[in-house]
C-alpha cells in the first residue's frame, strides 16, 4: 500500500499546540515509528511535511501537504497531531476522519490506542472542516492521541505503544520494535522556524503599522502583529501564536 504522512505544524506560522508536553516534538516522535514499522511491513510511505525552510503562512503549510499527498495519490493519508483543549479539562484519544473509509480506520486506531494505552476513549470525530481531511483525494485521517495539556494523558504516553497501536489499527498487524524506546522528558522545542518579516500581499494592513488583518481559507480571519505573532478568530475556536524570530515561540487553541 502506498502512504502518505505528514508531521503536524512546526512550520513557520503553522504551530503546535504545548502543555505539559509539545506536539511539534511529539508527533514527530512517535511518528517516525509509526512509517518505520508501516515500512517493515512493506508499505511505501512519503513525507508530505513541508520543510523549514522557507518559512510558511499558516494556508501555504496546509496547501503544501494536501498538494503533495495528492501529486502522489497514495491509498490513505495520516496525519499525526497531539491534542490540547485547556489544562487538565480533556483527555483522551480520538482520530478525526472526513469519510466513511475514513472511520473505518479512525475507529479501529481509536480502540487499539485505548486498549494499549489506557487513553479514555473518545472515538472517531467526524470534521468536515479540517483543511487536510477536506482537500486531500484519497482517504485521509487525522491522529490525535493525547492531550498535551492534561498531565494524565501525558503520564501515560509511551511512543514505542503508541506507534505499535495505531500500526495494528491501520493494517490489523503488530510490529513491536527490537529495542524499547525511552519516553522522552517534556520537551520545549527551542527551533523554531524563521518568519520572513515582511507584509503578505492580498491582506489589509492597518495604516501606520507592519500589523494586518488576513482572511483565512478555512473561514476564519487572522489579526497579525507580523508573520509569527498573531490569533485566529473562527466559529468554536480561538487560536494564538507567538515567535520572537529567534528561535523560541508556540501557540494554545481555545476551542467550546
Excluded at 480571519?221 to 475556536?237: P, S, T
Aim: glycine share 10%.
Amino acid at each position: 500500500m502506498i502512504i502518505t504522512y505528514d508531521f503536524g505544524h512546526g512550520i513557520g506560522e503553522d504551530r503546535g499546540a504545548e502543555g505539559y508536553r509539545n506536539e511539534e516534538y511529539d508527533c514527530r516522535q512517535y511518528g517516525v515509528l509509526v512509517i518505520e514499522k508501516l515500512q517493515s511491513l512493506g508499505h511505501t510511505c512519503y513525507d508530505c511535511t513541508p520543510s523549514a525552510s522557507p518559512a510558511l503562512s499558516l494556508g501555504q503549510s496546509l496547501a503544501y501537504r494536501v498538494n503533495k499527498a495528492n501529486s502522489i495519490g497514495s491509498s490513505i493519508h495520516l496525519s499525526f497531531h497531539v491534542n490540547a483543549y485547556e489544562t487538565d479539562k480533556a483527555n483522551g484519544c480520538e482520530v478525526e476522519y472526513i469519510s466513511d473509509s475514513g472511520k473505518f480506520y479512525a475507529d479501529r486506531i481509536c480502540s487499539e490506542i485505548s486498549n494499549a494505552l489506557g487513553f479514555r476513549n473518545r472515538g472517531s470525530q467526524l470534521r468536515s472542516g479540517l483543511y487536510v481531511l477536506k482537500y486531500t483525494n484519497m482517504t485521509s485521517i487525522l491522529i490525535e492521541p493525547f492531550f498535551c495539556d492534561t498531565k494524565s494523558d501525558c503520564d501515560k504516553y509511551d511512543p514505542e505503544k503508541l506507534a505499535t497501536a495505531i500500526v495494528k489499527g491501520i493494517t490489523g498487524q503488530t510490529v513491536s520494535s527490537q529495542t524499547q524506546i525511552t519516553v522522552a522528558a517534556p520537551v520545549k522545542i527551542q527551533t523554531v522556524s524563521k518568519y520572513p518579516e515582511t507584509i503578505p500581499e492580498g491582506v489589509f494592513q492597518v495604516p501606520g503599522t507592519k500589523a494586518y488583518i488576513e482572511p483565512r481559507t478555512d473561514g476564519g480571519i487572522g489579526i497579525h502583529l507580523d508573520r509569527g505573532n498573531y490569533f485566529v478568530m473562527k466559529k468554536g475556536e480561538i487560536s494564538v501564536c507567538w515567535n520572537d524570530n529567534n528561535g523560541h515561540g508556540g501557540s494554545k487553541r481555545i476551542s467550546g
